[in-house]
């Protein structure tokens, strides 16, 4: 019985008081972080062949957008002065539950931040949750607070994406206006207007048109570009204009 009042005890005053559930959360992360790391450490090493084979297909692709492009000091220019790209590992992932998340060995020691955006090569992965020193966790896509601002590539009309699946390969876009019928196959890049995620960033494709009950909005399923069941590396987004950005939107 005095075992079952403590516990009682312990979480009332985690639920009621913000300090202490912020510290349990941040020591949880730490803890959980240091068991998964080792977990990670020893399960790349199967993957090292894997692993060489994306980075030397990631830079060959990077390589061929510099000498592709005639003005690479727009890369430049939006690498410098628009955003930082911090790289992360992926030491724990989860695809299959209700609320996904992933754990990542970048922390506060690292410039890492609560609500920076988080991408892979392929595309975005989601948005930074939880932060200690050491390690952050990243809500999913595959979860249901994630809401994403995305355009048509093709005809810049906006939407948005979420996930009501049980499957990880796909989602939902909302907000599609009714005169627009989408195709399999068009594709939905990041809107630029969230302030998570840089413009342009791969959302993924049309694969069909879903019956929606709305009469003023068409809706439709979308294959992620990102395969979460195999993540591995990550980039956080450091926005470098998030304090001026926040001080002109906190004015009343």
Aim: net charge neutral; aromatic share 10%.
């Amino acid at each position: 019985m005095f075992l079952i009042l403590e516990v009682l005890c312990i979480i009332l005053m985690i639920n009621n008081l913000p300090y202490q559930k912020r510290k349990l959360v941040s020591t949880g992360n730490a803890i959980s972080g240091k068991l998964f790391k080792t977990k990670s450490n020893f399960s790349n090493y199967f993957f090292l062949k894997e692993e060489n084979q994306l980075i030397l297909d990631h830079n060959a692709k990077l390589m061929s957008q510099l000498h592709n492009n005639n003005d690479t000091s727009l890369i430049q220019d939006y690498t410098k002065d628009d955003y930082r790209f911090i790289p992360a590992n992926v030491i724990n992932n989860s695809i299959y539950h209700a609320n996904n998340f992933l754990l990542i060995d970048k922390g506060r020691k690292d410039g890492i931040k609560k609500d920076m955006g988080v991408i892979c090569e392929n595309g975005i992965v989601g948005k930074v949750a939880n932060v200690s020193y050491n390690y952050a966790s990243v809500i999913s896509m595959l979860h249901p607070y994630s809401v994403v601002s995305a355009r048509f590539s093709d005809n810049q009309h906006l939407a948005n994406v979420t996930w009501e699946n049980k499957d990880y390969r796909f989602g939902t876009v909302k907000d599609i206006p009714l005169h627009l019928q989408p195709q399999k196959g068009d594709s939905l890049v990041t809107s630029g207007f969230s302030n998570i995620y840089p413009a342009d960033i791969m959302i993924g494709t049309i694969e069909e048109m879903i019956d929606s009950k709305s009469k003023d909005f068409n809706t439709a399923k979308i294959r992620f570009s990102t395969n979460f069941s195999t993540l591995r590396h990550v980039f956080i987004i450091e926005n470098l204009h998030q304090t001026e950005i926040d001080s002109l939107t906190s004015i009343k």
